[in-house]
């Protein structure tokens, strides 16, 4: 069994990999980076890296299913409040509990998106997003937010159009700074995704 001081050590090896990985993306892209990159970014050997990971593609992985492992612990978490905001009659000018977590977390972690989402990242990342997004707000779980028997248009464009929005909006917010809140980006995407954009533009009361 490891000693504290061990798991401490793992802990923050595994911080400096990560780190240097999502430096190394930012400046060469994914595709070129190599684990002699890594290991010289982050000043560890290769036996090191070797001992938690298999090679890049195990590294990027990884951190990309522990991103969105968390992202359904918090979907899952909120889901009943934002079932019950949507009973309401009136129309959603408060963000979701749902979505101010989700961009607080996107706000800790904004390197990391940044990096995987943009053009040096890696490509595959956006389609398992979307599968994922598709999985938690639309599978056949009994535990999705939507139900597929209720829908009022087929599902497939539904979660394109969803998905596509909302990652599009993630994006921005991160290529631009993040200059809004986490909790005034919520705002925004709670009021476009349930009024609708037309809502949102003024042109729709």
């Given at each position: 069994m490891l000693d504290s001081n061990t798991d401490l050590r793992i802990?923050?090896?595994?911080?400096?990999i990560r780190n240097a990985l999502v430096e190394l993306i930012d400046e060469k892209g994914f595709k070129a980076i190599t684990v002699k990159d890594i290991t010289t970014r982050a000043k560890i050997n290769r036996g090191t890296f070797y001992a938690?990971?298999?090679?890049?593609?195990?590294l990027m992985t990884k951190y990309e299913e522990e991103i969105m492992l968390e992202m359904s612990r918090i979907a899952k978490q909120n889901f009943p409040a934002v079932i019950a905001a949507l009973g309401?009659?009136?129309p959603t000018l408060e963000p979701f509990t749902l979505a101010v977590s989700i961009f607080e977390y996107f706000n800790e972690n904004s390197g990391f998106m940044?990096?995987?989402?943009?053009?040096?990242g890696d490509l595959s990342f956006q389609t398992r997003l979307k599968d994922f997004m598709w999985k938690t707000l639309f599978g056949n779980d009994p535990n999705a937010l939507i139900k597929v028997e209720n829908l009022l248009?087929?599902?497939?464009?539904?979660?394109?159009?969803?998905?596509?929005a909302h990652i599009g909006v993630i994006q921005q917010w991160l290529d631009s700074g993040r200059k809004e809140s986490?909790?005034?980006?919520?705002r925004i995407l709670s009021t476009i995704t349930v009024n609708g954009p037309f809502f949102a533009a003024g042109l729709k009361k």
């Amino acid at each position: 069994m490891l000693d504290s001081n061990t798991d401490l050590r793992i802990i923050r090896t595994k911080e400096s990999i990560r780190n240097a990985l999502v430096e190394l993306i930012d400046e060469k892209g994914f595709k070129a980076i190599t684990v002699k990159d890594i290991t010289t970014r982050a000043k560890i050997n290769r036996g090191t890296f070797y001992a938690h990971y298999q090679d890049k593609f195990d590294l990027m992985t990884k951190y990309e299913e522990e991103i969105m492992l968390e992202m359904s612990r918090i979907a899952k978490q909120n889901f009943p409040a934002v079932i019950a905001a949507l009973g309401t009659d009136s129309p959603t000018l408060e963000p979701f509990t749902l979505a101010v977590s989700i961009f607080e977390y996107f706000n800790e972690n904004s390197g990391f998106m940044k990096a995987v989402l943009g053009p040096k990242g890696d490509l595959s990342f956006q389609t398992r997003l979307k599968d994922f997004m598709w999985k938690t707000l639309f599978g056949n779980d009994p535990n999705a937010l939507i139900k597929v028997e209720n829908l009022l248009v087929p599902g497939q464009y539904l979660a394109s159009y969803v998905v596509s929005a909302h990652i599009g909006v993630i994006q921005q917010w991160l290529d631009s700074g993040r200059k809004e809140s986490p909790q005034e980006m919520a705002r925004i995407l709670s009021t476009i995704t349930v009024n609708g954009p037309f809502f949102a533009a003024g042109l729709k009361k």
